[in-house]
Antibody
Framework: QLQLQESGPGLVKPSETLSLTCTVSGGSITSSTYFWGWVRQPPGKGLDWLATIYYSGDTYYSPSLRSRVTMSVDTSKSQFSLRLSSVTAADTAVYYC????????????WGQGTLVTVSS | NFMLTQPHSVSESPGKTVTLSCTRSSGSIASSYVQWYQQRPGCAPTTVIYEDSQRPSGVPDRFSGSIDSSSNSAFLTISGLKTEDEADYYCQSYDSSNPVVFGGGTKLTVL
């Protein structure tokens, strides 16, 4: 069974960079069918797609965050990562990593999510 | 860019049928698959409908999905409502410029 696990600091200071890693187990991160992505959810609000990456390194970013977000992948460690720069309190959210099926753009596996709070 | 608009909240009684809507602002609803996710408090979303109308294994057949080109909308219908169906429901689709677009979500209350 595929599993995804987010890791990273739970508290980030304003203006700093948020960094999260997702570790994939129980399946291959280099499968040609799938992409890997990040979705966040501010407290009490809806789902917000941030970015998606293919194992080759091709990336796709949300237009609203493109200037601040970077994704990368490390296939040797079965991990992919998110960096979000110049964070503010508005970036406080539960951050989920997830697998995206490339054939129908469905997120079929999700991590449990990790709460990141932006505060001084 | 297009948007997916969902009603903020819907309420219905146990045993009844409810239909949640998801309206695409531009471009045809039929041009890209629509997915529906259920999210209970404190949990990650799970798929209840994919590719407009397909149910993942384990999802009861009380859940069904459809699209309507005349209203440019997708619909999630839940019949025989149970209290356990109370959750937030999100639609999601995409286009060539945007790999993922989520609707704002509908809070379903079963009372």
């Amino acid at each position: 069974q595929l599993q995804l696990q987010e890791s990273g600091p739970g508290l980030v200071k304003p203006s700093e960079t948020l960094s999260l890693t997702c570790t994939v187990s129980g399946g291959s991160i280099t499968s040609s069918t799938y992409f890997w992505g990040w979705v966040r959810q501010p407290p009490g609000k809806g789902l917000d797609w941030l970015a998606t990456i293919y194992y080759s390194g091709d990336t796709y970013y949300s237009p609203s965050l493109r200037s601040r977000v970077t994704m990368s992948v490390d296939t040797s460690k079965s991990q992919f990562s998110l960096r979000l720069s110049s964070v503010t309190a508005a970036d406080t959210a539960v951050y989920y990593c997830a697998r995206l099926d490339g054939s129908d753009h469905m997120f079929d596996y999700w991590g449990q999510g990790t709460l990141v709070t932006v505060s001084s | 860019n297009f948007m997916l608009t969902q009603p903020h909240s819907v309420s219905e009684s146990p045993g009844k049928t409810v239909t949640l809507s998801c309206t695409r602002s531009s471009g045809s609803i039929a041009s890209s698959y629509v997915q529906w996710y259920q999210q209970r408090p404190g949990c990650a979303p799970t798929t209840v409908i994919y590719e407009d109308s397909q149910r993942p294994s384990g999802v009861p057949d009380r859940f069904s999905g459809s699209i309507d080109s005349s209203s440019n909308s997708a619909f999630l219908t839940i019949s025989g409502l149970k209290t356990e169906d109370e959750a937030d429901y999100y639609c999601q689709s995409y286009d060539s410029s945007n790999p993922v677009v989520f609707g704002g979500g509908t809070k379903l209350t079963v009372l």
